[in-house]
């Protein structure tokens, strides 16, 4: 079975652009979270999704936002990108939402350069 | 404040080596603890969950263990290999009003030959 797929896996960008950063689940996976890892740091959560609906959000600014699709699948969009957000977004997939004990599955993630 | 504290920050050691990492965490109420292993370049791969009731669960060479009442975890690597070198990151899961998992920093172990 594929595991969770990111596109693209690297991208490079200019301050004041927007990017749309992709995340494919864990076939039946119901949940996908969203991180932002700088280098060097653990990853710091962004937002959840689960059941196309909004369940948690961390304390990232409102230029981040994300939705999540019929299949499961999501975006995380960016506006308006600073040189700080420079890192690695990762995307997670899991069977639900609460705290179980069934693992987030990461992606390898996406690698976004602000210039 | 939920916090994971991991240490050290980094590590280096040789080849065929043992070597323990620690977690301390204020996550509460507590649900799980999860070790996982990040390759550079790589998302995380979980390596062992600990939960309430568990001290110690091993994966092959990788043993963690679990003291809930100093909320400390540690990870034991025993006889290093070269493809151990990656970084480790303790996360914690709070059985309370929010799912959202709390990552330490990571510890960055490198196995020399």
């Known amino acids: 079975d594929a595991g969770v797929t990111q596109s693209p896996t690297h991208l490079i960008k200019t301050r004041g652009q927007q990017v749309t950063l992709r995340c494919s689940p864990i076939?039946?996976?119901?949940?996908v979270s969203w991180y932002q890892q700088v280098l060097g740091q653990g990853p710091q959560f962004i937002f959840q999704?689960?059941?196309?609906?909004?369940?948690g959000r961390g304390n990232f600014p409102d230029r981040f936002s994300a939705r999540q699709f019929p299949n499961y699948s999501s975006e995380l969009n960016v506006n308006a990108l600073l040189l700080g957000d420079s890192a690695l977004y990762l995307c997670?997939?899991?069977?639900?939402?609460?705290?179980?004990?069934?693992?987030?599955?990461f992606g390898d993630g996406t690698r976004l350069s602000i210039l | 404040k939920n916090q994971v504290e991991q240490s050290p920050q980094s590590l280096i050691i040789l080849e065929g080596k043992n070597c323990t990492l620690q977690?301390?965490?204020?996550?509460?109420?507590?649900?799980?603890l999860r070790w996982y292993k990040q390759d550079t370049g790589r998302g995380p791969v979980s390596l062992t969950i600990?939960?309430?009731?568990?001290n110690t669960k091993s994966n092959g060479r990788y043993t963690a263990t679990l003291d809930a009442d100093t909320k400390q975890s540690s990870l034991h690597i025993t006889a290093s290999q070269l493809s151990d070198s990656a970084s480790y990151i303790c996360?914690?899961?709070?059985?309370?009003?929010?799912?959202?998992?709390?990552f330490g920093r990571g510890t960055s172990l490198i196995v020399h030959p």
């Open positions: 997670a997939s899991s069977l639900n939402r609460g705290p179980s004990n069934q693992p987030q599955h």
């Open positions: 076939s039946g996976h119901k949940s």
């Open positions: 999704y689960y059941e196309k609906e909004e369940r």
């Open positions: 977690c301390n965490y204020t996550v509460s109420p507590f649900s799980n």
């Open positions: 600990m939960t309430f009731s568990e």
């Open positions: 996360v914690v899961r709070s059985s309370g009003g929010s799912y959202i998992p709390t």
